[in-house]
């Protein structure tokens, strides 16, 4: 993945499925069900990330056009690059570094269901939640529990 390529996917000037094609022809195949994702990084500036850039890979994720799995390598690309950034003070930053790291780690927060995207998106739109909270994170983990799964608690 080209982090141009992303921002310019951010900034409408290409189309999600030409992010797409671009993403997928960047992935190298490494063993029989895995692949890899190198990640070529802009080095001088920085993009900020808005809670209308997140807005926008919800429409995408709820129409179908990405799917969750692009959207956790979106949010590991934000978290581990120096290019993207946002401002974890403001109100608005504080709700986006939340839903970012929730994307990142959907093993140990919210599960990357349409249902949450949904959710996500109302919370980014209102910045109002009354759907992620520590009590939906522990019937989570003791519905894995009470499955038999083991879950990160």
Not at 126 to 144: I, N, P, Q
Request: proline share 1%; net charge negative; hydrophobic share 35%.
């Amino acid at each position: 993945m080209r982090e141009q390529k992303l921002k310019e996917y951010l900034e409408n000037s290409l189309t999600v499925e030409e992010f797409m094609l671009d993403w997928k022809t960047s992935q190298q195949k490494i063993g029989y069900e895995t692949s890899s994702f190198p990640i070529e990084q802009i080095e001088d500036g920085e993009f900020e990330i808005t809670k209308d850039h997140l807005i926008k890979i919800c429409n995408d994720l709820l129409n179908e056009n990405l799917q969750a799995f692009d959207v956790q390598t979106i949010a590991f690309v934000f978290i581990s690059s120096i290019y993207f950034t946002w401002d974890g003070q403001s109100q608005d930053g504080k709700i986006i570094s939340e839903i970012i790291f929730n994307w990142d780690n959907p093993t140990i927060g919210f599960d990357l269901t349409k249902e949450n995207f949904e959710h996500w998106k109302k919370y980014l739109e209102t910045g109002k939640t009354d759907y992620f909270t520590k009590e939906a994170l522990k019937r989570k983990f003791r519905g894995l529990k009470k499955n038999g799964l083991r879950g990160n608690s």
